[in-house]
């Protein structure tokens, strides 16, 4: 049947009024959204820290635009203008998981930022220059593209990278390289088959209570998305120096906020071992510490 776009809006509108409003059963979902908004943000050391990371990455872009790029006087190599939009889109995830645990969903905000480390950690591999951009995107430069073929490059060079950065190869300590492997787990869990939130079910599957459809505020999934939240916005920070042109760093004062951020990030994560005995924080630490090996002084290296 054809419809005008009224129409179509109309009809629409028409089937889901409750209580004289257009929409009203949305009141409820709003409102537990905003309640569960309302308690996330009293967990206030890591909205500070996520804030102020937040603002230092668009002072960082400022600066650079107006402070390093004026000093660039020879053309920058394309490698370049590859690692920038990874920088940008992973500060994008970043904000867009923040919203989405914020206001209820820190489970599905977990399948945010899986993608977006496992892009951080191929990112620092090209800039360690253990692989390349081409290769982690399955491009062989001269040769006419092929799915099948990009497909088997993209997977070698992630299997490799892997080896190198969180596994067998990657000279961590056993604790570490297993702390990591649960993490990898514990995504894979929520990011194929909604596992971890299929397990919230499990006392309305044995007939003890409902099952709530709107957000319900629990302090253990948002603490597990907290914690990964650090980790993968240090593994961007540990990369915003890299935005500086080669022999170019930006003014003392952003340096001391880098260090100031980074001395940040360790702490708050270092504090899951040292408050609360898991092993994890100080995993996470010896991992950044190693495979982001950048600071406020490291410049475009290719």
């Given at each position: 049947?054809?419809?005008t ?33 309302q308690?996330a943000?009293?967990y ?9 990371f ?25 490698h ?25 969903y ?23 220059k ?25 997977r ?8 190198k ?32 939130s ?19 505020f629990e ?48 702490y708050?994560?270092?504090e899951?071992?040292v408050q609360?005995?898991k ?24």
């Open positions: 049947m054809a419809q776009p009224p129409e179509f809006i109309k009809r629409l509108t028409d089937i889901s009024q409750y209580n004289g409003r257009q929409f009203g059963r949305l009141q409820l979902l709003y409102e537990e959204e905003n309640k569960f908004h308690t943000r009293t206030q050391g890591y909205w500070a820290l996520s804030d102020a937040k603002c230092f990455f668009l002072e960082t872009a400022e600066i650079s635009n107006v402070h390093g790029r004026p000093q660039v006087t020879a053309p920058l190599s394309e370049y203008g590859l690692m920038v939009p990874r920088i940008v889109h992973a500060f994008r995830y970043i904000c867009g998981a923040e919203h989405l645990a914020e206001y209820g820190p489970l599905q905000a977990l399948t945010v930022l899986r993608n977006i480390f496992d892009s951080l950690v191929l990112t620092s591999a090209v800039l360690q253990w692989t390349d951009f081409y290769s982690i995107e399955g491009v062989t430069p001269g040769k006419a593209f092929d799915e099948r073929a990009a497909l088997a490059l993209r070698r060079t992630e299997h490799a990278v892997r080896l950065m969180t596994g067998s190869d990657s000279g961590l300590s056993q604790t570490a390289q297993e702390d990591l492997a649960l993490v990898d787990k514990v995504y894979d869990h929520e990011v194929h088959g909604a596992r971890l299929l397990a919230n079910a499990t006392s309305y599957l044995r007939g003890q209570r409902g099952l709530s459809i709107v957000p319900q302090e253990k999934q948002m603490a597990a998305f907290f914690n990964r939240l650090s980790d993968t916005a240090w593994m961007l920070h540990r990369l915003l120096p890299l935005l500086q042109p080669p022999k170019i760093e930006l003014p003392a004062p952003w340096a001391e906020k880098w260090r100031a951020l980074d001395d940040s990030f360790r708050l994560i270092n899951l071992t609360l005995g092993t994890i924080g100080a995993s996470a630490v010896e991992f950044v510490e190693a495979k982001f090996p950048f600071n406020e002084h490291s410049t475009f290296p290719l």
